[in-house]
């Protein structure tokens, strides 16, 4: 299954963009958001359980990045507002139907991976 991560671009400080990530067809337990900036490791970003719609966030964009999901689309959205230089990454969405709470953060628990939409933050 490959999910179809989109909606990445430039941006100037300040400004907002959201991605999406489809999974057509698919339902998962969770679907999580990463980044990789240039020169550093891939980073948890944001999490969403598709029941309930449960959030977890990295304190790093905690009150200015929303994860949502319309499970009538099987799609989950990043919603990124007052966007900084240091959020600039490649970021990828992963889903799984099985991954547990305790191990959402882990790029290990997930199976499925989007190709990746690149966010760039211009100062």
């Known amino acids: 299954v490959q999910l179809q991560a989109s909606g990445g671009g430039l941006v100037q400080t300040g400004g907002s963009l959201r991605l999406s990530c489809a999974a057509p067809g698919r339902t998962f337990r969770r679907t999580t958001w990463f980044r990789q900036a240039p020169g550093k490791e891939r980073e948890f970003v944001a999490s969403?359980?598709?029941?309930?719609?449960?959030?977890r966030y990295a304190d790093s964009v905690k009150g200015r990045f929303t994860v949502s999901r319309d499970n009538a689309k099987n799609t989950v959205y990043l919603q990124m507002e007052s966007l900084r230089p240091e959020d600039t990454a490649v970021y990828y969405c992963?889903?799984?139907?099985?991954?547990?709470?305790?191990?959402?953060?882990?790029?290990?628990?997930?199976?499925?991976w989007g190709q990746g939409t690149l966010v760039t933050v211009s100062s």
């Open positions: 992963a889903a799984d139907p099985s991954v547990i709470d305790s191990s959402l953060a882990s790029q290990t628990a997930y199976r499925y």
């Open positions: 969403i359980k598709w029941s309930g719609g449960f959030t």
